[in-house]
């Protein structure tokens, strides 16, 4: 059947692209997406809200030396507009923002090119950007870039995460101060008033529905009348920074859905992006999808969740994309492949080789070991092994790059020392790879599993007066507000004792390494556990840079994850 061809209207204030199924109009030269019409909604993005602020590309940037997570704010709008591709099946076009010295202190030293594709038949419509920094050009730091769209607030009221998170949410409107109280961080906001009855007294925090990047696949909203779904579907990780256990946010009220390319949340100046003089950057982010879907019966509008998995599916089976025009993007014909078996040797176990399956194994940018935690300039490509440790990693950028692992029940990570170049084509076998533990001699003890997850701890029930309904018996109920101060509340009159034989660390040991504040001399108590893990533990995946500061604990504890805070300790002779 004759299905309607991609159109491409071209006016002088904005630019159209329709299908037949959707239509996305955007500014021009600027780039940002203004409206998107789809089943029988005139615009499914917040038209109480001026054009700027529904569909666009932004990011954070600071002077070279800078020190911090901040910096200018900066929604790209492009000066130039070009059609890269416009026929039947495809309409690529380009919105560019080109540096020059006259703009230095103004904007970043970036030429940015922000990208929007509509494929026929397709019910959606794709994004992606290309940065790039020229050697001598200004150096700067880049804490963050995304793509944010904020959906109508009289339409989306059902947010979408995962399968266990899922719910109705809060309007706008609650977090205004008359309707909310602020909390500890701008973030948290106590409904004491909402619009509807049924949040009050409920913590809205949007660092409550953040994932790792591993699980971060799709996301969105649903809306009932008409039944109609907008997600926001990310086929692969391999621009994002951080590697797979790094957090990142999602959706959240206002109604927004994010796609969070570079960030340094939950991880702090380590993963800001820093040039140095004289350095060249090149870096293209996406392409994501922005997928829409509908049903006709309001009582399966549920179901258009299932759908978008589904699309999800598609996406991946579908990448890397053969339709980007961009020579930036390379398709799977110019990438590579490299597959091979991880075994463990811990002699105190086994003298013999153990396969270590389940493991995350993975190529990033040469460094250091376990420096693709911090890694942010470059691509990363994960996979996790088999039954028998044996792995393969395709569709792979061509570069220089380390192999990288580690393994679930064993401390450390792995590094190869050898620097793999991936070339276009290549199918580089590594062969049997061992990896061993660092031990000094045989386990007396242990607290928890060093798998780079808290979960198997103790998780405190919430404040009654700061909860989140959704994470009440839940799975990530680490993630209420305010755990970190039910750790004073649990222990007033000093630190917990853990004795060896006799405690339990599913009910004795607290799931997260915090700081009490001490009222008598209005400072904090540092003799706490963090002291004796530091002394004693080997630590797999501890952040303690903050530390020292009250504000930055709370605002990290409060968006913590497992992954973050997570260690075993052991004591071994």
Same mark, same amino acid.
């Given at each position: 059947?004759?299905?309607?061809?991609?159109?491409?209207?071209?006016?002088?204030?904005?630019?159209?692209?329709?299908?037949?199924?959707?239509?996305?109009?955007?500014?021009?030269?600027?780039?940002?997406?203004?409206?998107?019409?789809?089943?029988?909604?005139?615009?499914?993005?917040?038209?109480?809200?001026?054009?700027?602020?529904?569909?666009?590309?932004?990011?954070?940037?600071?002077?070279?030396?800078?020190?911090?997570?901040?910096?200018?704010?900066?929604?790209?709008?492009?000066?130039?507009?070009?059609?890269?591709?416009?026929?039947?099946?495809?309409?690529?076009?380009?919105?560019?923002?080109?540096?020059?010295?006259?703009?230095?202190?103004?904007?970043?030293?970036?030429?940015?090119?922000?990208?929007?594709?509509?494929?026929?038949?397709?019910?959606?419509?794709?994004?992606?950007?290309?940065?790039?920094?020229?050697?001598?050009?200004?150096?700067?730091?880049?804490?963050?870039?995304?793509?944010?769209?904020?959906?109508?607030?009289?339409?989306?009221?059902?947010?979408?995460?995962?399968?266990?998170?899922?719910?109705?949410?809060?309007?706008?409107?609650?977090?205004?101060?008359?309707?909310?109280?602020?909390?500890?961080?701008?973030?948290?906001?106590?409904?004491?008033?909402?619009?509807?009855?049924?949040?009050?007294?409920?913590?809205?925090?949007?660092?409550?529905?953040?994932?790792?990047?591993?699980?971060?696949?799709?996301?969105?909203?649903?809306?009932?009348?008409?039944?109609?779904?907008?997600?926001?579907?990310?086929?692969?990780?391999?621009?994002?920074?951080?590697?797979?256990?790094?957090?990142?946010?999602?959706?959240?009220?206002?109604?927004?859905?994010?796609?969070?390319?570079?960030?340094?949340?939950?991880?702090?100046?380590?993963?800001?992006?820093?040039?140095?003089?004289?350095?060249?950057?090149?870096?293209?982010?996406?392409?994501?999808?922005?997928?829409?879907?509908?049903?006709?019966?309001?009582?399966?509008?549920?179901?258009?969740?299932?759908?978008?998995?589904?699309?999800?599916?598609?996406?991946?089976?579908?990448?890397?994309?053969?339709?980007?025009?961009?020579?930036?993007?390379?398709?799977?014909?110019?990438?590579?492949?490299?597959?091979?078996?991880?075994?463990?040797?811990?002699?105190?176990?086994?003298?013999?080789?153990?396969?270590?399956?389940?493991?995350?194994?993975?190529?990033?940018?040469?460094?250091?070991?376990?420096?693709?935690?911090?890694?942010?300039?470059?691509?990363?490509?994960?996979?996790?092994?088999?039954?028998?440790?044996?792995?393969?990693?395709?569709?792979?950028?061509?570069?220089?790059?380390?192999?990288?692992? @580690?393994?679930?029940?064993?401390?450390?990570?792995?590094?190869?020392?050898?620097?793999?170049?991936?070339?276009?084509?290549?199918?580089?076998?590594?062969?049997?790879?061992?990896?061993?533990?660092?031990?000094?001699?045989?386990?007396?003890?242990?607290?928890?599993?060093?798998?780079?997850?808290?979960?198997?701890?103790?998780?405190?029930?919430?404040?009654?007066?700061?909860?989140?309904?959704?994470?009440?018996?839940?799975?990530?109920?680490?993630?209420?507000?305010?755990?970190?101060?039910?750790?004073?509340?649990?222990?007033?009159?000093?630190?917990?004792?853990?004795?060896?034989?006799?405690?339990?660390?599913?009910?004795? @040991?607290?799931?997260?390494?915090?700081?009490?504040?001490?009222?008598?001399?209005?400072?904090?108590?540092?003799?706490?556990?963090?002291?004796?893990?530091?002394?004693?533990?080997?630590?797999?995946?501890?952040?303690?840079?903050?530390?020292?500061?009250?504000?930055?604990?709370?605002?990290?504890?409060?968006?913590?994850?497992?992954?973050?805070?997570?260690?075993?300790?052991?004591?071994?002779?």
């Amino acid at each position: 059947m004759s299905t309607p061809r991609v159109q491409l209207l071209i006016e002088d204030q904005h630019v159209v692209m329709d299908n037949g199924i959707l239509q996305v109009t955007l500014s021009n030269p600027g780039g940002l997406v203004t409206g998107i019409q789809y089943n029988g909604i005139d615009n499914l993005l917040e038209v109480l809200d001026v054009e700027t602020n529904r569909g666009y590309w932004d990011l954070v940037w600071s002077q070279a030396g800078s020190t911090g997570t901040t910096g200018t704010f900066d929604v790209f709008e492009g000066t130039t507009f070009r059609v890269i591709v416009e026929n039947e099946e495809q309409v690529e076009v380009s919105f560019t923002r080109t540096w020059d010295p006259s703009l230095e202190g103004k904007f970043v030293s970036l030429n940015l090119d922000n990208r929007f594709i509509m494929l026929r038949n397709s019910s959606g419509f794709y994004s992606y950007a290309i940065f790039e920094h020229l050697a001598d050009w200004p150096p700067f730091n880049l804490p963050q870039t995304r793509i944010v769209f904020q959906l109508r607030k009289d339409k989306f009221h059902y947010m979408v995460v995962a399968d266990n998170r899922q719910r109705f949410m809060p309007l706008p409107d609650d977090r205004l101060p008359e309707r909310g109280e602020p909390l500890d961080f701008p973030e948290a906001v106590l409904l004491v008033d909402p619009v509807e009855p049924e949040f009050k007294g409920e913590v809205d925090d949007k660092y409550q529905y953040s994932c790792e990047n591993k699980d971060l696949h799709v996301h969105g909203w649903i809306c009932f009348d008409p039944p109609t779904g907008f997600w926001q579907i990310t086929p692969s990780s391999e621009f994002r920074s951080g590697g797979p256990l790094k957090q990142n946010l999602t959706s959240h009220v206002g109604p927004y859905t994010l796609a969070m390319f570079l960030s340094a949340h939950y991880a702090g100046e380590d993963l800001v992006l820093k040039l140095n003089p004289g350095e060249p950057w090149k870096k293209v982010f996406g392409p994501v999808f922005m997928y829409l879907n509908s049903v006709v019966d309001k009582d399966n509008a549920l179901s258009l969740w299932d759908d978008a998995k589904e699309q999800y599916l598609k996406e991946v089976h579908c990448w890397p994309y053969s339709f980007p025009a961009s020579e930036d993007f390379p398709c799977s014909d110019q990438r590579g492949k490299i597959s091979g078996r991880l075994q463990v040797l811990d002699r105190y176990i086994s003298h013999e080789c153990i396969a270590a399956n389940d493991a995350y194994v993975g190529l990033a940018p040469p460094g250091d070991v376990g420096s693709w935690q911090r890694e942010c300039k470059g691509y990363q490509f994960w996979t996790k092994t088999d039954g028998d440790g044996s792995f393969c990693i395709g569709d792979i950028r061509t570069g220089d790059y380390n192999l990288y692992a @580690w393994i679930p029940g064993f401390i450390g990570d792995y590094r190869n020392d050898t620097v793999i170049t991936v070339t276009a084509g290549c199918e580089i076998d590594v062969g049997d790879l061992v990896y061993e533990p660092p031990r000094d001699g045989p386990t007396v003890w242990e607290i928890g599993i060093p798998d780079r997850s808290a979960a198997e701890f103790y998780i405190p029930d919430p404040n009654p007066k700061y909860i989140n309904k959704l994470f009440i018996n839940h799975p990530d109920r680490f993630r209420q507000y305010g755990l970190w101060e039910r750790y004073a509340d649990l222990y007033p009159d000093g630190d917990l004792v853990y004795r060896v034989g006799l405690s339990d660390y599913k009910k004795d @040991w607290f799931f997260a390494q915090v700081n009490r504040f001490n009222s008598t001399i209005l400072g904090f108590n540092f003799t706490n556990q963090v002291t004796y893990l530091r002394c004693l533990s080997t630590m797999t995946n501890l952040w303690t840079t903050n530390k020292s500061s009250k504000d930055a604990t709370n605002s990290l504890m409060s968006r913590s994850c497992p992954v973050t805070w997570s260690f075993a300790m052991k004591m071994i002779v």
